[in-house]
């Protein structure tokens, strides 16, 4: 299983990017993926996850409204549409994936796959 994360760079606020997480030895369909963040010298956390399946979602609260998270099954991968970016939403960004879905969907500990993350520097 891999996962190649891209789309970060430098935006200011109130701009949109759109990350993507390109998967490859799974289905995108049929495992759960999340995207997580870390900012430095802070813990890494969740933002949002899709789960597989009936693609339901689940955001962080400090994203809701702002941020979308979809997949594209015929292209197998994962998106995040981030709008309304803030300064607070810089961090390293990070793609997981796991087969089925974990009641505990917001903690690390249940994601066995991570992309190597994507930088998403938010600055006027």
């Known amino acids: 299983v891999q996962l190649q994360a891209s789309g970060g760079g430098l935006v200011q606020p109130g701009g949109s990017l759109r990350l993507s997480c390109a998967a490859s030895?799974?289905?995108?369909?049929?495992?759960?993926e999340v995207w997580f963040r870390q900012a430095p010298g802070k813990e890494r956390e969740f933002v949002a996850a899709i789960r597989e399946m009936n693609g339901a979602t689940r955001y962080a609260d400090s994203v809701k409204g702002r941020f979308t998270i979809s997949r594209d099954n015929a292209k197998n991968t994962v998106y995040l549409q981030m709008n309304g970016l803030k300064d607070e939403d810089t961090a390293f960004y990070y793609c997981?994936?796991?087969?089925?879905?974990?009641?505990?969907?917001?903690?690390?500990?249940?994601?066995?796959?991570w992309g190597q993350g994507t930088q998403v520097t938010v600055s006027s």
């Open positions: 030895g799974l289905t995108v369909r049929t495992w759960s």
């Open positions: 997981a994936a796991r087969p089925g879905w974990a009641i505990q969907y917001m903690s690390t500990a249940n994601y066995h796959y």
